[in-house]
């Protein structure tokens, strides 16, 4: 489905990637896993366009999309949720929710509040609040739920767990595997090494802009770099 071809990407004279090449195939979760600074926002960025290549390439499906604007991508069916509460708070969590239509609001969007208020039931029962008086795993739902709305085929998740409680944790886990059993490809960058390594069936792991390691993830998690870098010993 999704493939990165040895990309690099640059910050004015730094080094952000370094020929970062990745598969993402059809059905499956992958994570990218990698301490602070090692680049694995920047590759989602790259990946919805808005962080350009200095070399390399990325292609969906086959067709290469290298260099396309960040509308086109999304309507292609990539769909990044970002780090952090990108919400709207002095909007209701319908409204928020409705941005996510931008692109195909001609087509219809109650099928669409129908399916997310399905995957979260406590936004269906929020939707006329403000969005900014939810409590941080409800945000965290919220940002989920708007990227649903544009119809995903691959979601790109950036650090879905930051900040909130392990009991949240495993709530917003299960719902990303229910979002992924029905149909979506999802790639995965977590700094909880072990919630992303149970979530995912392959994963790589950056190290200064550059991939250290790969693999199916039950090898992975008996890896000895990994066990010391990640998951504790």
């Known amino acids: 489905m999704l493939e990165l071809d040895a990309i690099s990407a640059s910050y004015g004279a730094i080094r952000a990637l370094d020929r970062v090449s990745l598969t993402v195939p059809s059905g499956e979760v992958v994570c990218l896993l990698g301490a602070n600074g090692a680049g694995k926002t920047t590759t989602l960025n790259c990946i919805s366009g808005a962080v350009p290549l200095t070399s390399g390439r990325i292609r969906l499906d086959g067709e290469d999309i290298t260099g396309q604007s960040i509308d086109r991508i999304v309507a292609r069916g990539i769909v990044q949720v970002p ?40 936004l269906k029962e929020r939707a006329q609040q403000h969005a900014g008086t939810l409590s941080g795993g409800e945000q965290q739902m919220l940002m989920i739920g708007r990227a649903l709305m544009a119809r995903p085929k691959l979601l790109l998740l950036d650090e879905p767990s930051l900040g909130l409680s392990p009991i949240l944790i495993e709530q917003v886990f299960a719902i990303i595997s229910r979002i992924h059993r029905d149909g979506v490809s999802i790639l995965l960058v977590e700094q909880n090494a072990r919630v992303a390594l149970a979530a995912s069936r392959y994963g790589y792991v950056l190290e200064n802009g550059e991939i250290r390691l790969h693999g199916v993830t039950s090898e992975l998690v008996d890896n000895p770099e990994i066990r010391a870098a990640y998951l504790g010993g």
């Open 83 to 122: 780090e952090g509460r990108e919400i709207f708070p002095e909007m209701t969590v319908a409204d928020n929710l409705t941005l996510g239509t931008w692109l195909h609001r001609r087509k219809g969007s109650a099928d669409l509040f129908e399916r997310v208020y399905d995957y979260f039931p406590r």
